[in-house]
């Protein structure tokens, strides 16, 4: 497995979730109302796994070591990590702000919601795009064997999701409560 495997394999837990969110957002329009709990659980997980733990690990692990190589415009880390930080906040706090209203069946606040939710989903999905076709492979192609195995035991070892709430087995039954609620698939992971 390749330390880029470890964060793809976030990856798909995180797109399990946004999945989650699709399918929230299409029932809430559906029955007019919002499901409270399902909808503070996902924002949770997004918070805490894939903002805190996930890029916290891309941004002092993975994007220092890439910190010298050259990257195509749109690949670039400080690029990628501007972009989603400021957008994703902004979409999280959105659907937060509006969930009580939203469950109550308001429909200002179920409009806003579903707004707020499916621009974080396509920004999200097009974050982790440009991740995995562009950043990530280079990654894999520039750093040599021994670069690899350090950033691999790094990754495997970094105690993000400790500093954001929960573990990484907790933050993926979560992940895998949401999918089972929403009947979405649960994510095929990379096996080491």
């Given amino acids: 497995m390749k330390p880029t495997d470890i964060l793809i394999n976030e990856h798909r837990i995180i797109e399990q ?18 499901e409270r709990e399902p909808a503070r659980d996902a924002i949770a997980f997004f918070r805490s796994f894939a903002e805190c733990s996930h890029l916290a690990k891309e941004q002092t692990l993975l994007f220092p070591a890439m910190a010298e190589l050259e990257c195509p415009r749109g690949c670039d880390s400080a690029e990628l990590m501007a972009r989603e930080d400021v957008d994703a906040h902004v979409h999280l706090r959105g659907m937060e702000e509006v969930i009580e209203e939203a469950s109550a ?88």
């Fill in 105 to 192: 069946g308001d429909t200002n606040a179920l409009k806003r919601f579903v707004q707020h939710g499916q621009a974080y989903v396509d920004l999200l999905m097009t974050y982790i795009e440009n991740e995995e076709d562009r950043l990530f492979p280079q990654a894999d192609r520039v750093l040599d064997e021994g670069q690899q195995r350090v950033l691999k035991e790094s990754l495997q070892h970094d105690n993000a999701e400790s500093r954001c709430g929960g573990s990484h087995e907790e933050f993926v039954a979560l992940a895998d409560r949401l999918a089972d609620h929403f009947s979405v698939p649960r994510a095929h992971l990379i096996e080491d």
């Fill in 17 to 34: 979730v946004l999945n989650c969110l699709e399918r929230m957002i299409e029932r809430c329009t559906e029955q007019g109302r919002l």
